[in-house]
């Protein structure tokens, strides 16, 4: 079945570096991405997301690339700060739907910010 | 805006025992989902409601989970009798509706099963 997955369990940054975390995912046909931060002990929280008729988007120090050529997904965080310090997911939708639509979650990647 | 809330935020029981989770979502989210997260890995999606119908609930194991949300507001998912491989925390989240993608997550709540 479709899949999403990532390619690093966890990534050490030095603060002040920029990351950058991938993400393969399976569905050829998916049409909308999300990146979700996960801090100890509380729920997913959305960072930026992008739909799959884009190749680039960026938010407050975040960037987001789609490659649907490859079928990989990245986020790029701008100068690393402790507090980026936590796991990130990526979520895939499948073709968009009138109702119905469900994100399939990747393994998530752990980043630790180093001071 | 308040978020989406949950409680219990924590939740010990023994195999074989009953326990129920709720989740009272935004106010104006007509979508509201239920996730089970393994310790180590993404969240999976158990089942999920348009206002107060099911709209996928494949994955979620039947035998022993229930979930309602009677009035198309809050919700109440059930684990009956809860097996060791149910320690989980389990998320509910919420999204406007049609045409709006994006999920926000309540906190959890984390069940353990001795």
């Known amino acids: 079945g479709e899949s999403v997955g990532l390619h690093l369990p966890t990534l050490s940054v030095q603060e002040g570096d920029n990351s950058i975390i991938n993400c393969a995912y399976s569905?050829?046909?998916?049409?909308?991405f999300i990146w979700y931060k996960q801090e100890s002990g509380k729920g997913p929280q959305f960072i930026i997301d992008?739909?799959?008729?884009?190749d680039k988007r960026q938010g407050q120090r975040v960037t987001v690339l789609l490659n649907k050529t490859v079928k990989h997904l990245s986020l790029q965080i701008a100068a690393t700060q402790p507090g980026d310090s936590a796991v990130y997911f990526c979520a895939e939708m499948g073709a968009i739907k009138a109702a119905g639509n469900k994100l399939t979650f990747g393994g998530g990647t752990r980043v630790l910010v180093k001071p | 805006e308040a978020g989406v809330a949950q409680s219990p935020r924590y939740k010990i029981i023994e195999k074989r025992q009953s326990v129920a989770f709720w989740c009272n979502p935004i106010?104006?989210?007509?979508?509201l989902y239920w996730y089970q997260q393994i310790l180590g890995q993404g969240p999976k999606l158990l089942i999920q409601?348009?206002?107060?119908?099911?709209?996928?609930d494949s994955q979620l194991p039947k035998d022993r989970f229930s979930a309602e949300r009677l009035k198309g507001v809050d919700s109440t998912l059930k684990i009956q009798p809860a097996k060791l491989e149910d320690s989980a925390v389990y998320l509910c989240?919420?999204?406007?509706?049609?045409?709006?993608?994006?999920?926000?997550f309540g906190p959890g709540t984390r069940l353990t099963v001795t």
């Open positions: 569905n050829s046909a998916s049409d909308y």
């Open positions: 989240a919420s999204s406007l509706g049609t045409g709006h993608y994006e999920q926000y």
């Open positions: 106010s104006g989210h007509a979508t």
């Open positions: 992008i739909r799959s008729n884009m």
């Open positions: 409601f348009q206002n107060n119908g099911v709209v996928d």
